[in-house]
């Protein structure tokens, strides 16, 4: 990715006050493919207005289908959908444009789509998804950079994952609404995003129990109904918030978040010594001066979610004493503490631990953007450090993150972005 701005940050003021947070990237991303599974058009709402939902738009435009979007709201009329590929460029634009595949497959029995791009941060293949595709009885694979599906007639079937894969849940759920029959997904992921995506699809006719369990049944149906649903708040926009409040020594309040889908991370800030209050859909974060080291390691869910490993261990930086952060779901998760050494840190990294000595302050420094979480890290860093810090490829953070420099202007962030020369 190449930016033509640059975000510059000057740090050391506390965060405070009350900020909104947005809808999920992560449901969104699945919510509009899962539109062209519907007979009817049907409308999202409280969609994130960012760089991936506008790919989305793009995408679905390109099979034909009618898309009305406005930042926040889509309608999708996917009648006049006449195609199953995805342009190369398309599917580079984001990880998520492999639902594609389970959400044609499941409409019209054929996919054609280019592994997808997005965020570098491991190998990230897509096995476990074309293993479930086949056990429905399609012909999945990939030739030349295309993944392929292909089924005359799909036929519900037992899908076992190897691991717990979110995009391999959701994919799988997709292709199996409209299948024959009933589909069982054991060692399914249980993230929030998953429940949402069976909501939506459950709103429109669908018959998907156990979301949110590691057993999840899919009874096919043959019709689905218009509806309008909204999506559920950001659960990682809502962490790196929280975490930035405890990074700047700040008192934020997030409103329109869901407090238990927090309580990883809500779990480590006390640990911490910060304090955390949990509202009905609200979260306070009140920082405190003497907060204490603390060890992490990545989890599914409910454990602690690897896209909140980077903005956390940035905020470890300057927490006294030692921190351990250990990362197992992706391999390639810590080079954002490369950049953050560059402001001053004291950091090692082995393989896939990072062991984090607490320094009094960072400083400012240019530093660039690898992915996104990795962007969210380093304007956690540069809140944190004296002086201007320079962020480099913030387009991967609009991938994922509304408006961020508005909110955090708000809270009393200095934070602007200007054209690179
Ligand atoms: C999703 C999230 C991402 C988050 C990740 C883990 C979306 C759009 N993205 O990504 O923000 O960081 O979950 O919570 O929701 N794996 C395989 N084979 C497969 C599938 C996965 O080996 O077929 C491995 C991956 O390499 C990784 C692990 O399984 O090590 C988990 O990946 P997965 O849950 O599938 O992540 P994504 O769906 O890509």
Redesign the pocket.
């Known amino acids: 990715m190449i930016s033509k701005d640059r975000m510059l940050i000057t740090g050391g003021n506390a965060l405070e006050g009350s900020v909104q947070v947005s809808g999920g990237k992560?449901t969104a991303?699945?919510v509009i493919p899962a539109t062209l599974l519907c007979d009817e058009p049907c409308t999202i709402e409280n969609l994130p207005d960012i760089e991936d939902v506008h790919a989305l738009v793009d995408i679905l435009t390109e099979l034909g289908a009618k898309v009305d979007y406005e930042p926040g709201r889509m309608t999708v009329d996917p009648r006049t959908v006449d195609s199953h590929e995805i342009s190369y460029r398309n599917a580079q634009r984001l990880?998520?444009s492999y639902y594609l595949l389970g959400a044609l497959l499941g409409r019209c029995g054929n996919a054609k789509v280019p592994t997808p791009g997005g965020c570098e941060i491991?190998?990230?293949?897509?096995?476990?998804?074309l293993k479930g595709f086949q056990a429905l009885g399609a012909e999945a694979g990939e030739i030349g950079g295309i993944l392929t599906a292909k089924c005359d007639a799909l036929t519900g079937g037992d899908v076992f994952f190897d691991?717990?894969?979110?995009?391999?849940t959701v994919n799988v759920i997709l292709a199996a609404v409209k299948a024959r029959g009933t589909t069982v997904i054991y060692n399914a992921?249980k993230?929030p995003?998953i429940v949402d995506v069976a909501n939506f699809l459950n709103s429109m006719g669908a018959r998907i129990k156990g979301a949110g369990t590691d057993t999840i049944r899919i009874r096919g149906v043959q019709n689905l109904h218009t509806t309008t649903y909204a999506v559920i708040p950001d659960q990682?926009e809502t962490g790196t918030l929280m975490i930035a409040a405890a990074a700047t020594g700040g008192d934020v309040t997030i409103n329109g978040c869901i407090p238990t889908h927090m309580d990883a991370l809500s779990a480590k800030l006390l640990e911490m010594g910060v304090k955390v209050m949990d509202y009905d859909d609200a979260i306070r974060v009140r920082s405190i001066e003497q907060r204490r080291a603390i060890n992490i390691k990545t989890q599914?869910y409910p454990g602690f979610?690897?896209?909140l490993q980077q903005p956390m261990s940035a905020l470890l930086t300057t927490v006294k004493g030692t921190s351990i952060v250990q990362e197992t779901?992706?391999e390639q998760r810590l080079r954002h503490l490369d950049e953050i050494r560059r402001m001053g840190a004291h950091v090692r990294v082995m393989d896939r631990t990072a062991i984090i000595e607490g320094v009094p302050e960072l400083y400012g420094a240019p530093v660039t953007a690898t992915d996104l979480r990795a962007g969210a890290a380093l304007i956690i860093a540069g809140l944190m450090a004296r002086g201007v810090t320079e962020i480099y490829e913030p387009g991967y953070i609009d991938r994922g993150y509304e408006h961020i420099e508005d909110k955090l202007r708000s809270l009393g962030a200095v934070i602007h972005r200007e054209p690179v020369e």
């Open positions: 992560n991303v699945a990880r998520a491991g190998s990230r293949p897509v096995d476990q998804h691991m717990v894969t979110v995009g391999g992921a993230e995003h990682i599914v979610p690897t896209d779901i992706f």
